[in-house]
């Protein structure tokens, strides 16, 4: 996240303002009370509608505002840029992107949807963005172990797990005592339920109709034995039955197939006889493949050498030119040291040369800087001396002015400036007319003086910027030495300028001949490296060709002794071919008549098991409703066994319902029952707080245990930094207490300085923002450092402030609020609030 530009409109101390906010450090400065932190506290009521604790909401809207009072705030999250506005007791609207149409209007709304974007609510918010003096004092050394540990769980979102598990544990206790109370009060279930049924059985089996009922139902339970016996017997029967009938249709089928590959293999069997004798046949050609391969190789080796010979490139055909590719390869040298020499000989400076002319005709209208120096003293003294002349003009005309006045106002009781009496009416008027022409004759001399002030201050910066341009016209002729004079300098610059275009000129000349050259000499070595290559080449394919004709015994190629070759391979490879396959046709097939002899006898076999099945289906004889039959007589005595069985509860409950201790019994078992379910019920809700505190303790500790390394390591590499590695290696403690290794030994922070103290918890402090941020995996791109550098000499400040630029990459942007103006100076930016009167404030940056 990264803030872009807030408006504010009449809220808390401003009446209007609009900022745009830069990357980097920002140093946040102003008077104690001119709105630095209420700056920082919009962005957060922006965003989520809520306020530190202890302020009010009318507090917000400024006093003697006329408008409403709201905030817009416009930032960026990734590549996507939000805008949300929001009114104090008015709706807050909520944009994303560049579009004109809102994603919400509504405040309940706006929140869900600025929590959903930046994946963090106002809590985590606070612990990570803002870092203010009393995060930083809370984790002094002084403080209790309890107290700091807590703040620090406070600050890394774990407080709230403490708070759930402390409130389930006593939530668990308070469980537990009521649990102990209804045990002890509850009846024993167990003792109650085994006398009801003592009480049930007791007045059940003193009934006469109980006893009938029972005699029926154990008559009908014995004919429903019997029925479902010859069920079972006849199901057993049809069983056997549709087995055998599967069995038949089975041994019919195996029967067909063997028949099928009886009728295949005798086919078979014919087909090897004429193979065989084809076998033989063949077995009486001569065959000599190898020979007949050999000489086909051999004729197409000498074709192919002989077209390759064709084909190669005569030698004579590139039309070479050896002696004048020798005469331009002796050139070249010669041609290059001549370059050189040229390039390498010394010639005047033309830019010095220049330079010179130019600070000569710079200094030619100019006087020395020793002429126009005394000249402005001269006019700075006459200057002075008419200043001088009106400070005096100008004491004497406010002393008249004020004998005057007090003439005026005192009239004939003003004391004489000599005497001390009273003038009198006629004095006085003498007096103030004396007064009057003296005040008159000193103003028009004042006024001259300031007028020949004024003309001297110009004429002094005119002598001024004439000694400027003499001490430059000097620095220039230093930085150019040369001739003294214009005139024999232009003539040496000319003079030179003329030799270095004719030198120029010739290097030129020379290169683009060279250049030439040294093409013509690489295409002579180009076209020599392809002779040298068609002769190489021909030389080769003639002496293949020689090789491949001694190789096939014949002086030149013939293309018919070649077509007669290839044909006789060819019949050659055919004769082997087919004595191959029929090898392998008749080796597969060797012992086809083994295979008829074994499958005639299991034909037989078959034959003889389906004239088996076949017997044994007739002396079943199976009667195809006997089953249906013998199954309803079985439901018609499971019905009556159901009837019989009624009959007895009936009867049984009629007794037992007639008992009185059946009835009491009764009624206390259900009341065991309630009193024992409510006591399960609360054992439940007792194991599930005091499960769920354990587990909260167990979390809390596993991600503080997990947050130590790298609070540690984030706190120690800051601290490093800050004091430019003299204390770079912190350790911290299980309650969060940081103990620095100096010299190879651990000390806590009691023992060092104030300052010191409060920089390593200010580290701390900043290290725990960087890992609850990196933990949610949220971009925070901005955190808020309200006034912790105040303990902090120069040195450290300025460290503090360069270490904290390796957030940079982290946090874009860091805003220092500070009423120190030294600390925002050594920020990027300065933001400075100005409080124009109570309950009026301005911001800017500068």
Request: proline share 3%; with cysteine.
């Given at each position: 996240?990264?803030?872009?530009?807030?408006?504010?409109?009449?809220?808390?101390?401003?009446?209007?303002?609009?900022?745009?906010?830069?990357?980097?450090?920002?140093?946040?400065?102003?008077?104690?009370?001119?709105?630095?932190?209420?700056?920082?506290?919009?962005?957060?009521?922006?965003?989520?509608?809520?306020?530190?604790?202890?302020?009010?909401?009318?507090?917000?809207?400024?006093?003697?505002?006329?408008?409403?009072?709201?905030?817009?705030?416009?930032?960026?999250?990734?590549?996507?840029?939000?805008?949300?506005?929001?009114?104090?007791?008015?709706?807050?609207t909520?944009?994303?992107?560049?579009?004109?149409?809102p994603?919400?209007?509504?405040?309940?709304?706006?929140?869900?949807?600025?929590?959903?974007?930046?994946g963090?609510?106002?809590?985590?918010?606070?612990?990570?963005v803002?870092?203010?003096?009393?995060?930083?004092?809370?984790?002094?050394?002084?403080?209790?172990?309890?107290?700091?540990?807590?703040?620090?769980?406070?600050?890394?979102?774990?407080?709230?797990?403490?708070?759930?598990?402390?409130?389930?544990?006593?939530?668990?206790?308070?469980?537990?005592?009521?649990?102990?109370?209804?045990?002890?009060?509850?009846?024993?279930?167990?003792?109650?339920?085994?006398?009801?049924?003592?009480?049930?059985?007791?007045?059940?089996?003193?009934?006469?109709?109980?006893?009938?009922?029972?005699?029926?139902?154990?008559?009908?339970?014995?004919?429903?034995?019997a029925?479902?016996?010859?069920?079972?017997?006849?199901?057993?029967?049809?069983?056997?039955?549709?087995?055998?009938?599967?069995?038949?249709?089975?041994?019919?089928?195996?029967?067909?197939?063997?028949?099928?590959?009886?009728?295949?293999?005798?086919?078979?069997?014919?087909?090897?006889?004429?193979?065989?004798?084809?076998?033989?046949?063949?077995a009486?050609?001569?065959?000599?493949?190898?020979?007949?391969?050999?000489?086909?190789?051999?004729?197409?080796?000498?074709?192919?050498?002989?077209?390759?010979?064709?084909?190669?490139?005569?030698?004579?055909?590139?039309?070479?030119?050896?002696?004048?590719?020798?005469?331009?390869?002796?050139?070249?040298?010669?041609?290059?040291?001549?370059?050189?020499?040229?390039?390498?000989?010394?010639?005047?400076?033309?830019?010095?040369?220049?330079?010179?002319?130019?600070?000569?005709?710079?200094?030619?209208?100019?006087?020395?800087?020793?002429?126009a120096?005394?000249?402005?003293?001269?006019?700075?003294a006459?200057?002075?001396?008419a200043?001088?002349?009106?400070?005096?003009?100008?004491?004497?005309?406010?002393?008249?002015?004020?004998?005057?006045?007090?003439?005026?106002?005192?009239?004939?009781?003003?004391?004489?400036?000599?005497?001390?009496?009273?003038?009198?009416?006629?004095?006085?008027?003498?007096?103030?007319?004396?007064?009057?022409?003296?005040?008159?004759?000193?103003?028009?001399?004042?006024?001259?003086?300031?007028?020949?002030c004024?003309?001297?201050?110009?004429?002094?910066?005119?002598?001024?910027?004439?000694?400027?341009?003499?001490?430059?016209?000097?620095?220039?002729?230093?930085?150019?030495?040369?001739?003294?004079?214009?005139?024999?300098?232009?003539?040496?610059?000319?003079?030179?300028?003329?030799?270095?275009?004719?030198?120029?000129?010739?290097?030129?000349?020379?290169?683009?001949?060279?250049?030439?050259?040294?093409?013509?000499?690489?295409?002579?070595?180009?076209?020599?490296?392809?002779?040298?290559?068609?002769?190489?080449?021909?030389?080769?394919?003639?002496?293949?060709?020689?090789?491949?004709?001694?190789?096939?015994?014949?002086?030149?190629?013939?293309?018919?002794?070649?077509?007669?070759?290839?044909?006789?391979?060819?019949?050659?490879?055919?004769?082997?071919?087919?004595?191959?396959?029929?090898?392998?046709?008749?080796?597969?097939?060797?012992?086809?008549?083994?295979?008829?002899s074994?499958?005639?006898?299991?034909?037989?076999?078959?034959?003889?098991?389906?004239?088996?099945?076949?017997?044994?289906?007739?002396?079943?004889?199976?009667?195809?409703?006997?089953?249906?039959?013998?199954?309803?007589a079985?439901?018609?005595?499971?019905?009556?066994?159901?009837?019989?069985?009624?009959?007895l509860?009936?009867?049984?409950?009629?007794?037992?319902?007639?008992?009185?201790?059946?009835?009491?019994?009764?009624?206390?078992?259900?009341?065991?029952?309630?009193?024992?379910?409510?006591?399960?019920?609360?054992?439940?809700?007792?194991?599930?707080?005091?499960?769920?505190?354990?587990?909260?303790?167990?979390?809390?500790?596993?991600?503080?245990?997990?947050?130590?390394?790298?609070?540690?390591?984030?706190?120690?590499?800051?601290?490093?930094?800050?004091?430019?590695?003299?204390?770079?290696?912190?350790?911290?403690?299980?309650?969060?207490?940081?103990?620095?290794?100096?010299?190879?030994?651990?000390?806590?922070?009691?023992?060092?300085?104030?300052?010191?103290?409060?920089?390593?918890?200010?580290?701390l402090?900043?290290?725990?923002?960087?890992?609850?941020?990196?933990?949610?995996d949220?971009?925070?791109?901005?955190?808020?450092?309200?006034?912790?550098?105040?303990?902090?000499?120069?040195?450290r400040?300025?460290?503090?402030?360069?270490?904290?630029?390796?957030?940079?990459?982290?946090?874009?942007?860091?805003?220092?609020i500070?009423?120190?103006?030294?600390v925002?100076?050594?920020c990027?930016?300065?933001?400075?609030?100005?409080?124009?009167?109570?309950?009026?404030?301005?911001?800017?940056?500068?």
């Amino acid at each position: 996240m990264k803030l872009q530009t807030i408006e504010l409109r009449e809220w808390r101390s401003f009446q209007s303002c609009d900022l745009e906010f830069p990357d980097g450090l920002i140093g946040v400065r102003g008077a104690n009370g001119s709105g630095k932190t209420t700056i920082a506290e919009a962005v957060a009521w922006a965003l989520f509608g809520k306020m530190r604790p202890g302020a009010r909401v009318a507090d917000l809207k400024r006093q003697g505002a006329d408008g409403p009072s709201s905030v817009e705030l416009t930032f960026r999250v990734g590549p996507t840029v939000y805008r949300v506005k929001r009114v104090v007791g008015g709706a807050a609207t909520f944009w994303i992107g560049d579009g004109t149409e809102p994603e919400s209007t509504q405040s309940t709304h706006t929140n869900r949807a600025i929590v959903r974007e930046l994946g963090i609510g106002y809590d985590s918010f606070q612990r990570t963005v803002f870092a203010r003096q009393k995060d930083v004092a809370a984790l002094d050394p002084t403080a209790s172990k309890q107290a700091r540990t807590q703040h620090v769980e406070r600050l890394l979102g774990l407080q709230r797990y403490r708070d759930a598990a402390t409130a389930a544990k006593a939530k668990a206790r308070e469980l537990g005592v009521q649990l102990a109370a209804l045990r002890e009060d509850a009846p024993d279930l167990e003792e109650l339920r085994s006398r009801l049924a003592h009480a049930q059985q007791a007045a059940a089996d003193g009934d006469p109709a109980v006893a009938v009922a029972e005699a029926a139902l154990a008559s009908s339970r014995t004919t429903q034995a019997a029925a479902q016996a010859a069920v079972e017997s006849e199901r057993a029967r049809v069983s056997e039955h549709e087995r055998l009938v599967g069995l038949r249709a089975n041994e019919a089928m195996m029967l067909a197939e063997l028949e099928t590959d009886l009728a295949q293999l005798r086919e078979a069997a014919e087909a090897r006889a004429g193979k065989q004798q084809r076998r033989d046949a063949l077995a009486g050609v001569h065959l000599d493949v190898t020979a007949a391969r050999r000489r086909a190789a051999c004729l197409q080796a000498l074709e192919a050498s002989e077209a390759a010979l064709q084909a190669s490139p005569d030698p004579d055909a590139f039309g070479h030119d050896e002696p004048a590719a020798r005469a331009n390869a002796v050139r070249l040298p010669a041609l290059r040291q001549e370059l050189d020499d040229l390039v390498a000989a010394t010639l005047p400076d033309v830019g010095g040369l220049q330079r010179r002319v130019a600070a000569l005709e710079y200094a030619a209208d100019l006087p020395t800087t020793e002429f126009a120096s005394a000249a402005v003293k001269a006019t700075e003294a006459a200057r002075d001396a008419a200043r001088d002349r009106a400070s005096t003009l100008r004491a004497r005309m406010e002393s008249d002015e004020a004998h005057l006045a007090a003439l005026v106002e005192q009239g004939s009781d003003a004391p004489c400036p000599v005497c001390l009496r009273p003038l009198g009416a006629t004095d006085v008027e003498q007096v103030r007319l004396t007064h009057e022409q003296q005040l008159e004759a000193t103003r028009t001399a004042l006024a001259n003086a300031e007028l020949e002030c004024t003309a001297l201050e110009a004429e002094r910066r005119q002598q001024v910027e004439v000694l400027d341009r003499a001490r430059d016209a000097r620095a220039r002729l230093e930085a150019a030495p040369g001739l003294e004079g214009l005139v024999e300098a232009r003539a040496a610059h000319s003079l030179a300028e003329s030799g270095a275009r004719l030198r120029a000129t010739e290097i030129v000349r020379l290169r683009g001949e060279l250049t030439s050259l040294s093409r013509a000499v690489d295409g002579d070595g180009a076209l020599e490296r392809r002779v040298s290559g068609a002769r190489a080449v021909r030389d080769a394919a003639q002496a293949r060709r020689d090789h491949d004709a001694a190789a096939a015994g014949v002086p030149t190629f013939d293309p018919d002794e070649l077509a007669q070759a290839s044909a006789h391979l060819a019949a050659q490879l055919k004769v082997e071919s087919e004595l191959r396959e029929l090898d392998v046709e008749l080796a597969a097939t060797s012992g086809i008549a083994v295979q008829i002899s074994t499958f005639e006898q299991r034909r037989g076999t078959r034959a003889r098991s389906l004239t088996n099945v076949a017997a044994a289906l007739a002396t079943i004889a199976l009667d195809s409703g006997q089953l249906a039959a013998l199954r309803a007589a079985c439901r018609e005595a499971e019905q009556h066994v159901e009837t019989t069985s009624h009959t007895l509860h009936e009867a049984k409950l009629k007794a037992q319902t007639s008992d009185y201790d059946v009835r009491e019994l009764q009624t206390r078992v259900a009341e065991a029952e309630d009193a024992h379910a409510k006591i399960n019920a609360r054992a439940l809700e007792h194991r599930e707080y005091d499960t769920a505190a354990g587990l909260l303790a167990d979390f809390r500790s596993a991600q503080s245990a997990r947050a130590w390394p790298n609070l540690e390591q984030g706190a120690s590499r800051l601290l490093s930094d800050t004091t430019d590695g003299r204390y770079a290696d912190v350790r911290m403690s299980e309650d969060f207490r940081l103990e620095i290794i100096d010299r190879g030994e651990r000390f806590g922070l009691d023992r060092y300085s104030g300052g010191e103290q409060d920089l390593a918890n200010l580290c701390l402090r900043l290290s725990i923002a960087d890992w609850v941020a990196r933990e949610r995996d949220t971009e925070l791109g901005f955190v808020v450092l309200d006034e912790v550098f105040g303990s902090q000499d120069e040195d450290r400040r300025q460290r503090l402030l360069e270490a904290l630029r390796s957030f940079e990459r982290r946090f874009h942007q860091l805003l220092v609020i500070t009423h120190v103006p030294e600390v925002a100076d050594l920020c990027d930016h300065q933001l400075v609030v100005r409080l124009l009167e109570p309950g009026r404030s301005t911001a800017a940056f500068e």
